[in-house]
């Protein structure tokens, strides 16, 4: 078994070193913020995901995860650390830029890093220079070259793990495993082989990298390609939840479902690295961002011009979240329409979101904004929104809405039966 030096213990880096931890690593998680190691030591998450608690406590009172604000010598570092986009959609490093700053006086000959976080193509070879430049007594990899004296190995392996699932599917997903060299990618292998039972391939950093992009760009681009559905088939007063469904009936055609555009930190961010590292051809990306981007403004538009006709307007918002069954609101389009409708100071929202106790604070500040209940939604509002189908939405009829204007971004009175 071996030490592991997890950077970063958020949504990505407190399952994984709960997972290794139950699998017989002694590891230390490392993270900047104190709320979070605080939490962890005393074996609770800092964040909701199913199973995360009793495989987290477990580890913890066992002694074998611990967690710190500083990095220890290691034979692994995995680092999760977040990779947001700047200004321009250019991403941003610098999360990955300071932990490899505060790891690289701790690594020795042997050690392996593993970059986990989502990076634009060449973040992994980035990395490595500046673990290079700040450890010069250590031998670092270059690009596809092996070479014998190489005594540190860097790799980039990308996370699949769905929030909600995270638990089972990092065991079950098949990993890629990108190595600044083949020998590198074989050293981070033996991480995760000792928790995946899946298939790890073997690739290059820079095709991992490329790999996950693509993956969420796929989703970006097919979610686009229904948005842009849904707002044609109202110009045309055509249910587009019919249409699709009716659609998918070919035997070659699996077209996506329509939503109140594209939330999270994945698939919004992800194709502006794409787009970033290939501006002139990555167009039809691009185009996909944009389609989506522009998907909430258009519900929220969509409730405004429906408020006109009443004196004053009261409207029911079904979902906060940034998909179904998460408690997550980063991100979120429903948080977007949401946060746009409550600047129209002639509008009174209710808000029903079950997975969060209380609305943001500057929801809770907007003052024409509260928390209420399924319920209490329904009986209290002029218009309803349904912005997310959490499965508890799902319960509901069409005929509980006869006498409400409906604006169905999620598809739960809509879909065909
Ligand atoms: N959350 C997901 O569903 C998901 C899925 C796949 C990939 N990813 C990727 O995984 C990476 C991490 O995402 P996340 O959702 O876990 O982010 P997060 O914000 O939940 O967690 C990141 C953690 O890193 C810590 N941190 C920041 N800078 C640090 C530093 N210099 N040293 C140590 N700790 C530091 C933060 O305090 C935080 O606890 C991102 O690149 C993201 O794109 C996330």
């Known amino acids: 078994m071996s ?3 997890v950077v970063g213990l958020g949504y990505i880096g407190l399952p994984v070193a709960s997972m290794l931890a139950s699998r017989g690593h002694e590891v230390v998680g490392y993270d900047v913020s104190e709320r979070a190691v605080s939490s962890i030591n005393q074996g609770r998450a800092h964040f909701f995901e199913p199973d995360l608690d009793m495989l987290l406590k477990a580890a913890v009172q066992t002694g074998r995860l611990r967690a710190q604000n500083e990095p220890v010598e290691a034979d692994y570092y995995v680092i999760a650390v977040p990779t947001p986009f700047r200004d321009g959609h250019k991403p941003d490093l610098s999360y990955i830029d300071a932990a490899t700053a505060a790891i ?37 990899p270059r690009y596809k070259e092996s070479r014998p004296d190489t005594n540190v190995a860097v790799a980039h392996c990308p996370e699949r793990i769905l929030p909600g699932q995270m638990m089972r599917e990092l065991i079950t997903n098949d990993r890629i495993i990108g190595g600044m060299t083949r020998e590198c990618a074989e050293a981070a292998a033996k991480l995760y082989g000792s928790f995946v039972t899946a298939d790890a391939f073997r690739t290059d950093c820079r095709t991992a990298e490329f790999v996950k992009l693509i993956e969420n760009s796929f989703r970006d681009v097919n979610i686009a390609f229904a948005n842009e559905l849904s707002v044609i088939c109202e110009k045309l007063g055509i249910d587009v939840w019919s249409a699709i469904d009716l659609a998918n009936r070919h035997p070659r055609v699996n077209i996506l479902q329509p939503g109140p555009g594209v939330g999270g930190h994945c698939i919004a961010v992800d194709p502006w690295f794409i787009v970033d590292s290939a501006p002139e051809e990555a167009r039809m990306i691009r185009m996909a961002r944009e389609v989506n981007e522009a998907k909430p403004h258009w519900v929220a538009d969509r409730v405004v011009h429906h408020a006109e006709r009443f004196k004053s307007p009261v409207v029911g918002c079904y979902g906060l979240a940034y998909k179904p069954d998460v408690e997550d609101l980063r991100e979120s389009p429903s948080l977007q329409i949401v946060r746009w409708l409550a600047s129209h100071k002639d509008l009174s929202l209710v808000v029903c979101e079950p997975m969060i106790e209380r609305l943001p604070d500057d929801l809770r500040e907007a003052g024409n904004v509260k928390l209420a209940s399924m319920d209490e939604t329904r009986e209290q509002s002029d218009i309803v929104a349904f912005l997310v189908a959490h499965r508890a939405f ?24």
């Open 104 to 140: 690289a006086p701790c690594l020795k000959a042997g050690s392996t890093v593993v970059l986990e976080s989502t990076s634009p193509v060449g973040a992994t070879e980035r990395m490595t220079r500046q673990l290079a430049s700040l450890r010069p007594d250590l031998n670092f």
């Open 394 to 417: 799902r319960a509901f009829h069409r005929n509980q809405f006869l006498n409400k204007i409906v604006v169905d971004a999620a598809g739960l009175l809509s879909q065909p039966s």
């Open 3 to 5: 030490v592991v030096c």
